[in-house]
């Protein structure tokens, strides 16, 4: 049964910091990889999806990683901006179907301090 | 539209009344999928529709909970007899046949129950 854990679950830090989100799955068999945002009382942002066979996707500020065999993806976040405040979530599609349901991790709470 | 939409935003019902939830996905998504979204919890998948049919229903927490999807496009969640522990924001997310698969989600309808 895949499982999605994500460390730490709540993060802050002063404004201009680079910053790297965990999040670990531990069945390595995944179609994609996908990072959500999540602000208080909002629905789920798309941030980043890599897709099985790939190491890193980027936009902007942001860089996620994944390394498979280790059940290991990591989002890098440069130069944090208060904007940035929100709940990052990592959620992994199992498996070898792309329409299977997504699998979540429980987020980090992520505070950016001015 | 341009996005997945909800209805209501928000829903505040006693204990033992049905609700209704709606979901509009992105048009053209042939993947749907409900979510639930309990306080301070990360999101548990409840069920997917493929088209009109839900080939994965595992999530349905009780009979108390159906859902249906008609012309492969809007859906409908209904909660039977709500009880307290209903309370959480219901998510809907679509999928389209694309090389990446990404789910895009919708606002949520926060359901309270009383």
């Known amino acids: 049964k895949q499982e999605v854990t994500q460390i730490p679950a709540a993060l802050s830090v002063p404004e201009g910091e680079n910053l790297v989100l965990n999040c670990s799955f531990t069945?390595?068999?995944?179609?994609?990889l996908q990072w959500f945002r999540q602000d208080p009382g909002k629905g789920l942002t798309s941030l980043l999806l890599?897709?099985?066979?790939?190491r890193e996707q980027t936009s902007g500020r942001l860089n996620a990683s994944l390394d498979k065999s280790s059940g290991r993806s990591t989002l890098y976040i440069a130069a944090s901006q208060p904007g940035d405040s929100a709940t990052y979530l990592c959620?992994?599609?199992?498996?070898?179907?792309?329409?299977?349901?997504?699998?979540f991790g429980s987020g980090t709470r992520l505070s950016i301090r001015p | 539209g341009a996005g997945v939409s909800q209805s209501p935003s928000n829903k505040v019902t006693e204990k033992g009344k049905d609700v209704e939830l709606r979901c509009d996905p992105i048009?053209?998504?042939?993947?749907l999928y409900w979510y639930r979204q309990s306080l301070g919890q990360g999101l548990e998948f409840l069920i997917y529709?493929?088209?009109?049919?839900?080939?994965?229903k595992s999530g349905l927490p009780s009979d108390r909970f159906s859902a249906e999807r008609t012309g492969g496009s809007v859906s409908t969640l209904t909660i039977q007899r709500t009880q307290q522990e209903d309370s959480a924001v219901y998510l809907c997310?679509?999928?389209?046949?694309?090389?990446?698969?990404?789910?895009?989600f919708g606002p949520g309808t926060r359901l309270t129950v009383l």
């Open positions: 529709f493929q088209g009109n049919s839900a080939p994965d």
């Open positions: 048009s053209g998504h042939t993947a």
């Open positions: 890599i897709q099985s066979s790939q």
């Open positions: 959620a992994v599609r199992p498996g070898y179907s792309s329409a299977s349901k997504i699998i």
């Open positions: 069945d390595s068999a995944i179609y994609n």
């Open positions: 997310a679509s999928t389209g046949v694309t090389l990446y698969n990404e789910q895009f």
